[in-house]
Nanobody, 118 residues
Framework: QVQLVESGGGLVQAGGSLRLSCAASGNIFSINAMGWYRQAPGKQRELVAAITSGGSTNYAETVKGRFTISRDNAKNTVVLQMSSLKSEDTAVYYC????????????WGQGTQVTVSS
């Protein structure tokens, strides 16, 4: 089993920045990719960004150029740096991890709220 613990999130004005972190523990050797999903009210959960252990990345078109995902394999952490935030970025953000590069993922964090005020 793998446990994922998220930190960061909160309330920010449009145009601002936020940083989300996720720390993995447990059977981390079963993990290849780590990523972030989000779910807004009334919408399906969607992939925001993901990164493999080798450093390959994948971003949703809606966040390209604004969000950056990075990973510290030694510390088993993944960070999502979000800038130029928009009201449509408001959602619960979930850290996820698994063997497949771009999902589906086996392990999930509890979620952290990001609210962007316009």
């Amino acid at each position: 089993q793998v446990q994922l613990v998220e930190s960061g999130g909160g309330l920010v004005q449009a145009g601002g920045s936020l940083r989300l972190s996720c720390a993995a523990s447990g059977n981390i050797f079963s993990i290849n990719a780590m990523g972030w999903y989000r779910q807004a009210p009334g919408k399906q959960r969607e992939l925001v960004a993901a990164i493999t252990s080798g450093g390959s990345t994948n971003y949703a078109e809606t966040v390209k150029g604004r969000f950056t995902i990075s990973r510290d394999n030694a510390k088993n952490t993944v960070v999502l740096q979000m800038s130029s935030l928009k009201s449509e970025d408001t959602a619960v953000y979930y850290c996820a991890a698994g063997r497949a590069p771009w999902g589906p993922y086996n392990y999930w964090g509890q979620g952290t709220q990001v609210t962007v005020s316009s």
